[in-house]
């Protein structure tokens, strides 16, 4: 017994694959899953930073890091800057 398997897959910023199995006399049967996935943004930090999805989310299909604040590490006491 041979079955006919086609499918579609897409992403951004769901990844969605459907399935169908044919099998030469008429029968047939379909599929199909949806997967959220998320984008995000983060600042650099002088901490490590782990960064995942949130609830709701199977993944994250893209995470920009900014660049680096011009301030970071300036310590600023009445107006002065006292570290740079």
Same mark, same amino acid.
């Given at each position: 017994? $041979?079955?006919?398997?086609? *499918?579609?897959?897409? !992403?951004?910023?769901?990844?969605? $694959?459907?399935?169908? $199995?044919?099998?030469?006399?008429?029968?047939?049967?379909?599929?199909?899953?949806?997967?959220?996935?998320? $984008?995000?943004?983060?600042?650099?930090?002088?901490?490590?930073?782990?960064?995942?999805?949130?609830?709701? /989310? !199977? *993944?994250?299909? !893209?995470?920009?890091? *900014? !660049?680096?604040?011009?301030?970071?590490?300036?310590?600023?006491?009445?107006? /002065?800057?006292?570290?740079?």
């Amino acid at each position: 017994m $041979a079955y006919k398997l086609t *499918g579609t897959l897409s !992403a951004q910023p769901t990844l969605s $694959a459907s399935l169908s $199995a044919s099998q030469g006399l008429g029968g047939s049967l379909s599929t199909g899953i949806v997967i959220k996935m998320q $984008a995000k943004d983060v600042t650099p930090s002088d901490e490590e930073q782990y960064i995942t999805a949130d609830d709701g /989310f !199977a *993944g994250l299909n !893209a995470v920009r890091v *900014g !660049a680096i604040p011009s301030n970071y590490g300036e310590i600023i006491y009445n107006g /002065f800057i006292l570290v740079r």
